[in-house]
């Protein structure tokens, strides 16, 4: 069985969802061995997190060692923490496993690059320091109370509890991870192929009795599915059978 290595002590979601995805590629068949003891982790197959190496040769997707300055796009962004560093690789594999499917080339780059954009890249913030707030805006409430990274940062033992089992509550941060990350990539490919249906709807624009409206024959993401500089956006509703006159 594969050895997915990274450190003890508390754990952060990058570390969490870096693991979980390294589980998915190799077919959820993996160990994960969590130390810092550099001699058990040359035993493993995969460290994430951990070691001062990135080097995806020897499958080692550290991020904390000097000099390190990888991002997922040479023009900008943040730096790439383990779960970037992982999904920079591995990301297209964990998707189609996700998917039960391989889609088209062109969908896959699409949704590869759109969940970096709009997930990955936010663990990868959250782990490096980037600022949500720049200017230090004082918000009404605080996200990090029921975001997954407060869930996972609130699943470390307490200075109460010192015989927890912190592998265990490791192992239901990586399950946490797998949740999210499911739902959010089932959705975004529901997106994706909802644009024909979409344009088909359209097409029919100006027929109906109603001419402002569109209509589409099952409830679906309309909304995102359109071109993303469309301005006028018009109101969709599953098609239903007018009702008849009252006597």
């Not at 997190?49 to 990135?54: K, L, N, P, Q």
């Not at 390190?68 to 591995?90: P, T």
């Not at 909802?194 to 409206?213: C, M, N, T």
């Amino acid at each position: 069985m594969a050895r997915i290595g990274t450190h003890n002590g508390i754990f952060h979601a990058d570390d969490a969802f870096a693991c979980y995805m390294l589980r998915t590629v190799l077919k959820g068949v993996a160990t994960i061995v969590r130390t810092r003891d550099n001699a058990v982790l040359e035993t493993c197959d995969y460290v994430v997190d951990v070691g001062g190496v990135y080097d995806h040769a020897m499958r080692r997707y550290d991020h904390h060692q000097k000099g390190f300055a990888e991002k997922f796009k040479k023009d900008g962004g943040a730096l790439l923490s383990a779960a970037g560093l992982v999904y920079r690789h591995h990301g297209r594999d964990v998707l189609i496993h996700v998917l039960g499917e391989t889609p088209a080339a062109s969908e896959l780059d699409e949704l590869y690059n759109f969940v970096y954009e709009k997930y990955v890249y936010v663990f990868d913030c959250i782990d490096t320091g980037v600022e949500q707030y720049p200017e230090k805006t004082e918000t009404a409430y605080n996200l990090m109370n029921t975001s997954i990274f407060g869930m996972i940062a609130r699943m470390n033992p307490t200075w109460r509890e010192e015989d927890a089992d912190t592998d265990k509550r490791f192992e239901a941060a990586i399950d946490l991870c797998r949740i999210s990350f499911e739902s959010f990539v089932r959705r975004q490919i529901d997106v994706i192929k909802a644009r024909e249906y979409v344009k088909k709807a359209l097409g029919e624009v100006g027929k109906a009795a109603r001419k402002e409206i569109f209509v589409l024959d099952k409830n679906m993401f309309y909304y995102q599915a359109m071109h993303p500089r469309s301005t006028d956006m018009l109101q969709a509703a599953p098609h239903r059978q007018p009702a008849l006159p009252s006597s």
